[in-house]
């Protein structure tokens, strides 16, 4: 924990935006006590958004501010994690290149972001998103923001426009429950990017729509998108150190996550990998350890009344482990959808990195895309999910069902 702490204050500071660095006590502090009861959450803000910036109160100038409806957490556990308000800069104009420029500097099992909408497809490199967080983006005509939480080990994708209006997000600099807090910068009130919900300031209420954006391996990213667009590591706009990880070390199934003072949930340890699905109010949560087998698994599922397959294929490395984001151990990909097409019914299984149904015999990739077979060109609709640390999944979504 000591050697976290110091990476993570020297990152802050190579990167001239931290302020002092989190006391060892308080980093490693874990609370056994449930997390306070938060409010119900609605898709819709509780005030109605503004057209411009600046015409409401801030939440990052003070979360406290009497004209904000109540907050759905307690906000005297959402704690700075050393930099200011953008202080790890988001990239607000992203620029992209070829698979083949790509390959310069990317290595097959490093672990990628990918978003894919009505043919525009978008590669996020970890190795640049582990230093931003954020990118604020437009894919398809669709404006989005693609965040990434290395804390939680967490890829989300949000639609980026909030009750007509569209806007960008920025980091507070601030976490909850070891988390990312975003800010939107038409109100700058505060969200969390692990469920998409504003629960401090203005729009308190108001809910993100997430968009599929799975972590692939960029072997597998560049079989499945040979057409796709790569974010360039040469137009961030800064200067980091893309490749390493300012993490090393934190990926450890028996370590302790950084400054997180949620609910311990023990029936599993804080930063054991699971794959987390959430459908209305129903969520469950599977070990990563459970679901690989060989070098490809097909599982069957169910969240609520949904029924899911899980794929998951052998070749990505975890990018929190080791200095280099490449050189982690194998954790595999997953890829999370309903197993039917046209309504009709499907079964899988897997063997030898390829996932095949039962009723047809068509193959099928881990990106959910059938390649070869009666059904070839189909692609099943994917269904939203999480990569993550139990601690994490556990505490935003603490009545989920754990899969043993």
């Known amino acids: 924990m000591k050697r976290l702490a110091l990476l993570l204050s020297l990152f802050l500071i190579a990167s001239a935006c931290a302020t002092a660095a989190t006391p060892e006590s308080e980093a490693a502090a874990v609370s056994t006590e449930p997390a306070p009861a938060a409010e119900p959450v609605?898709?819709?803000?509780?005030?109605?958004?503004?057209d411009e910036p600046g015409q409401v109160p801030s939440a990052l100038d003070d979360r406290n501010d009497p004209s904000f409806p109540a907050p759905l957490v307690d906000v005297n556990q959402i704690f700075s994690g050393g930099p200011p308000p953008d202080g790890i800069p988001p990239i607000d104009e992203p620029q992209f290149i070829s698979i083949d420029d790509a390959e310069a500097w990317l290595e097959d099992d490093e672990p990628v972001v990918y978003v894919s909408i009505d043919g525009d497809n978008r590669i996020y490199p970890v190795q640049i998103l582990i230093w931003h967080e954020i990118v604020n983006d437009t894919v398809a005509g669709v404006p989005v923001s693609v965040t990434y939480c290395p804390l939680c080990n967490s890829a989300v994708t949000y639609e980026?426009?909030?009750?007509?209006?569209?806007?960008?997000?920025?980091?507070?600099g601030s976490l909850f429950n070891s988390a990312l807090v975003m800010y939107d910068r038409l109100t700058e009130s505060q969200w969390t990017h692990y469920d998409g919900k504003a629960v401090v300031g203005h729009l308190v209420g108001a809910e993100l729509e997430p968009v599929p954006s799975p972590l692939l391996s960029w072997a597998d990213?560049?079989?499945?998108?040979?057409?796709?667009?790569?974010l360039d590591r040469d137009q961030t706009g800064h200067r980091r150190s893309y490749g390493t990880n300012p993490y090393a070390g934190y990926d450890n199934p028996t370590g302790v996550p950084f400054l997180f003072r949620g609910n311990a949930d023990d029936r599993a340890e804080l930063m054991q990998r699971v794959v987390g699905v959430a459908i209305g109010e129903d969520s469950v949560a599977w070990p990563l350890d459970a679901l690989q087998e060989g070098s490809a698994s097909a599982t069957a599922g169910s969240v609520g009344d949904t029924d899911l397959v899980i794929f998951w294929k052998s070749g990505q490395s975890t990018a929190l482990e080791t200095d280099g984001v490449g050189t982690g151990r194998d954790v595999g990909s997953v890829g999370v959808f309903k197993p039917e097409i046209d309504g009709r019914a499907l079964t899988f299984s897997a063997g030898e990195g390829v996932f095949r149904d039962e009723e047809t015999g068509s193959t099928w990739s881990i990106t959910g895309v059938a390649v070869d077979g009666g059904l070839a060109g189909s692609q099943l609709e994917q269904v939203p999910h999480l990569d993550s640390f139990w601690f994490a999944w556990s505490s935003y979504q603490p009545d989920t069902e754990l899969v043993e």
Do not use: C, Y
């Open 42 to 50: 609605t898709e819709a803000a509780a005030n109605p958004t503004p």
């Open 160 to 172: 980026r426009t909030i009750d007509g209006q569209v806007t960008s997000f920025g980091t507070s």
């Open 221 to 230: 990213a560049k079989e499945q998108f040979p057409d796709g667009q790569v």
